[in-house]
């Protein structure tokens, strides 16, 4: 199993697990689609009224797309599109508006930004750590930052993009720069994520999905604007796929936290 869903009927909070704890809970290709379909889902079961994501292990929360999958992607040549499988696995890209609450453990880097953009609020664990590797390999992070700009301060997200591996963003650093709204001890952020997710499921549902959708019109034609731009700046600035490769197994170097 890759994608794991429980439903707390009692509560109506449901709880979607990337299950791959072996490969850092990294996205397959139908891991992508399914997500995709789960978000889609939710929209018709009325009993399910708030939703938590979360990754198993504990080891990592995500570490983006499988590198074995990414491969397998075939490229239009045109440098004005491209074809990326992670575009739509958060709700928001699936027309979902009930909210959504991270719940991060261990690692969250590169793609993790997709899901984690598209969350109301982060929950993370104090050993939870932050880090977008683009650059370190010769690729654009281009969908990830835009992502993390409605998120953080520029220069924090400029930082951490442009430092790709060599520097991870701590859980009390993230807490800090506005990117996690609450630091747990660590293992506790799937409970924390649990206990908010089932007050907001206890409201009014109109009032609180109406909340969500006001809350993301307030940023929604800038980050469109944004996202536009993405295909071909990646496109244009990716390193060929082979060199990517070299770089990923010749640049296994030592980071820091902050």
């Known amino acids: 199993m890759t994608i794991s869903l429980e439903r707390d009927e009692e509560t109506g909070v449901a709880v979607v697990t990337l299950d791959r704890p072996e490969r850092h809970n990294a996205l397959t290709l139908a891991m992508a689609r399914e997500l995709g379909a789960v978000w889609r889902g939710f929209r018709y079961e009325d009993g399910i009224r708030a939703i938590v994501v979360t990754g ?8 983006g797309i499988d590198r074995d999958d990414a491969g397998r ?6 440098p004005y599109t491209i074809d990326d499988p992670l575009v739509a696995i958060g709700p928001k890209a699936n ?3 009930k909210p959504v609450i991270a719940a ?13 953009g598209e969350a109301e609020f982060l929950i993370a664990g104090e050993t939870a750590a932050f880090f977008d590797p683009h650059t370190t390999y010769g690729m654009v992070s281009a969908f990830e930052t835009v992502h993390m700009a409605q998120r953080m301060p520029f220069g924090e997200v ?21 990117l996690v709204s609450e630091v747990t001890e ?7 994520a649990r206990e908010a997710a089932a007050v907001l499921a206890s409201y009014p549902t109109g009032a609180v999905q109406g909340t969500v959708r006001a809350l ?3 940023k929604e034609a800038v980050r469109s604007q944004a996202l536009a731009q993405a295909p071909h700046l990646v496109t244009l ?3 060929p796929a082979d060199r990517q490769a070299e770089l990923f197994t010749s640049r296994r170097t030592g980071y820091r936290t902050r």
């Open 216 to 218: 993301w019109s307030a």
């Open 73 to 78: 992607v075939p490229q239009p040549s045109s």
């Open 95 to 97: 027309d979902l508006w």
């Open 237 to 239: 600035g990716n390193l």
């Open 104 to 116: 991060v453990e261990g690692m969250a880097c590169g793609g993790a930004f997709y899901l984690l």
């Open 56 to 63: 198993a292990g504990g080891r990592a929360f995500c570490t």
């Open 158 to 178: 400029a930082r951490m993009a442009l430092m790709g591996s060599a520097e991870r963003v701590s859980a009390r650093r993230a807490y800090e720069t506005g």
């Open 186 to 192: 660590a293992g506790g952020a799937l409970a924390a």
